[in-house]
């Protein structure tokens, strides 16, 4: 069976490109010219020398020594938190932002949740000097305040979404819009592996960067690149891509996802796409998504802006039909209590995003062996209202 | 023959019509159909709303929004078409987004639309090549339409293809917009609907997006068989005085 995408653009029963035709020249266009321009070697020089002296790659891969011992496992953190900018979001933008040059493109469109996002795609517009314009919720304007201002002060305008639940949903609606209004010299940088194809299948080849550093790294620190387990968070699941890319094939590797419970999964204030989905098309791609029976899209709960979206990319919904993958939840409540954990055991303040992945750990039990990587895939500077709010501090 | 290919071949300046479903009033939705007609509309597009219009501007999204809040959805649509036919003779099409139908079942929403009268769909993020390997069986075993659209981005080679697929009529865009902007006709404009027509096509065009008064849909009725008008009629609707405002609305078209 293959986990990755086919010449149609599907993965199994996901993906494709749901768009309308206005949509079409654009999507088609990157679709001809995506692996060609990637896979060619100026591309991968320029694209590997910004990584590393841009971005500050390889990002570490640091066994974290008093989580292992609270676990009874070898817990490694995958540290994308120590990026330029402060997330995985970058390693795509900079992939993409090369791409949009090479395709003679001068204006780009993003949306953005948290404002990681936002922020790596208003970073790669003012190191290449191209206009960049970020859509974003005008709830998650109020709760992301300063990655709003990272993005004004790097030069980006940034719109409110106003329509629907004024979230990561409606933003990428409005980012749609903008694309389709502006159909020849704008390209849309998505954020995630979601959207119409080729868009899941680049930003995860983008992605991948990170689980071909862990696996190096893993090799010269414990002599075998192959873990138990691998766990990273997912809204539409971009640093869980790349953290489980090249150990997709290798079944004996544990692929564990893990989603936002919101207050309960059975609560209504939820983001668990795997357990409360079915599958259907969102923002141009069959998968599996949060809706009513009339096939409305249902509006997610998160604490985690970054996780607050009512999908998954259709390469998620693969690996989760197939058994490849485990998708589970955590709740705002564990997620906060376990970057609160990392925060004084291991002196690193997590995203919250990434704080669910960690929950998770409490759930698992270990023999005492395993090597567990865990993708920590931004930092926590951004949450320090929430972190405070809800702890007092 | 169909109603769709009857009007085709009987008329010309076709005006066509677009509005929500289930908007001002839930229950609004025969009764527009039926005002419509008799205030000279020649085809009408009723559609069924989706939380995310994403092709769709303000006033569209905020109708289509209104109307689910209300309670529309695909089940009471039917419902509420099931005395369409008693009131309304001309073609009927459903246009909305593709996770609705999807939900609803393909074929069961054809043989809905067959029960109540409907003669075809436009569904714009339907793409072409799922159309063709699943569902035009399903379609043109019950005399549906499927109305595909065009942009001026499109290219010649993707325009015969839709052709050849299309069996109603080819929903030309006026530019490539989201709906309710106002059409300006430039050189360009001019010289791709002239580009178009000059293809010969075996489906009738109908322009859309962006008419908004008597010069833009003359100026649609000049290249092609006629017109769509969408934002600017739900715009023009006022839930105190329903027929009234559908009435005025349509006598500038009509003068």
Redesign the interface.
Known sequence: MSYFVNEKGYYGDFGGAYIPEMLYPNVEELRQNYLKIIEDESFQQEFHQLLKDYVGRPSPLYLAKRLSQKYKANIFLKREDLNHTGAHKINNTIGQILLAERLGKKRIIAETGAGQHGVATATVCALRGLECVVYMGEVDIKRQAPNVARMKMLGAKVVPATSGSKTLKDATNEAMRDWINNPVDTHYIIGSVVGPHPYPDMVAIFQSIISEETKKQLLEQTGNDQPDYVLACVGGGSNAMGMFYHFVDDEKVKLVAVEAGGKGVDSGFSAATTYLGKEGVLHGSRSILMQTDDGQVVEPHSVSAGLDYPGIGPQHAHLFKTGRGQYVSVTDDESLQAGLLLTQMEGIIPAIESAHALAYLEKMTFTGQENVVVCLSGRGDKDMDTYMKYFGL | MSRIKTLFQEKKNILSIYFTAGYPELNDTVRIAEALEKSGADLLEIGFP??????D?PVI?ASS?QS?DQGM???LLFEQLKSLREKVSIPVLLMG????????GVENFCNACVEVGVDGCIV????M??YEEFYQDIFESRGLSNI????P???PE?IRKIDGLSNGFIYL?SS???TG?SLQVSENTESYFARIADLKLNNPLMIGFGINSKETFDKACQYANGGIIGSAFVKALEPADLEGSIQRFMLKFKS
């Open positions: 989706y939380s995310d219009p994403v092709a501007g999204q929004k689910l959805d695909l089940k987004y593709v996770n609705p139908m999807l939900q609803f714009p993020d339907l793409p090549v799922e595909f659209l065009v942009t981005q499109t290219s993707r865009l490539s917009a989201t902007q």
